[in-house]
């Protein structure tokens, strides 16, 4: 018998990427019209109210109300970069680093809706100053920042030419928002949420996390928080499974992939990828993107681990 092992192999994929449709699909909510006219009139509630302060607050709890709207958004990209300079906000100030809004774009017609804040970090001229005694830290800074602002700048200008092309759908309704949020500013750790929102008919949120070691100025892996050679992968990860369990045990509507019947399902274990951050108790929060643990419905998941779980392995003890 001769194999085709190239053609076994596509079917392989194949089988793969239905297999993840089928879980993000599964217990997937589905809104009346009714649902989603509503959803629309609190959203703009919510526009209204961003636009009369600009608190981060305010803008989490905008980003949070996006991701359950099945309905229309995405970018329209702005090229001036005096406008754009004119649109920084009044900074966040961290311990060594500061938030501004670089780009703010809005965009809405009856199928399409943009609504996209541009984070973008920058060190104060004042901690420059200050830094100039410890030029590592501050080479180190400036890279982490760099590095992590051409990220944000490299997300959105995919989803903008991801926009440009799927204007051309007349009978096409679109998503997309961008929000962004500080979670820590600590003496150790800096760290910023990227919230994203994308949808097309139904809709789907995912996050970045972007941590920066305030002591070094390198932006950290979830490996560099703990000591040499240290396991931490299986408490991390026993201790989600844990919370998942007692979630469920007192909700009936919480539901994660931890005993189900489809065994390639379940949550078994976070990798050194996993997304994480640092909040602002030094505790470590693992996040989860829709589908990825849970089903759909059940949105972005994170869980904070707690300390004295990963205390004998954290390098040293974050200064709250």
Known sequence: MIYNFSEMKKQNEQMEEELQALKQNYQSPRMSERQLAGLRKKMEEANMANRK??????VAKL????????????????TSAAIAHAMEQIPLIGQLVEVVTFRNYEYETDR???????????????KIDELAADAAVKENLERSTEEINEEIQKITDELVE??????EYEEGYQDVIVKSEILATGADYFTLKLICYQGAGSGYQWNYYYTIDLNTGERLQ???????????ITP???NIK?????QMDADEQVYYWLNDEIEEWNFKAITE??????????NVVIGFDEGEVAPMYMGTVEFEIPAEVLQDIRKYKPII
Do not use: W
Request: net charge negative; glycine share 4%; proline share 4%.
């Open 63 to 78: 980003a949070a109300t996006a991701a359950v709207l099945a309905g229309a958004v995405m970018i329209l990209p702005n």
């Open 236 to 238: 991390i990860s026993e």
């Open 162 to 167: 991801n926009f440009e092309a799927n204007l």
């Open 112 to 126: 399409n809706m943009a609504d996209i804040e541009v984070p973008e970090l920058k060190i104060p001229e004042m």
């Open 242 to 246: 844990e919370q998942m369990q007692a």
């Open 53 to 58: 302060d600009r608190s981060k607050k305010r």
């Open 273 to 282: 990828e996993t997304s994480f951050f640092i909040n602002e108790k030094g």
């Open 222 to 232: 979830l490996k560099d928080i703990f000591k040499e050679g240290a396991d931490y």
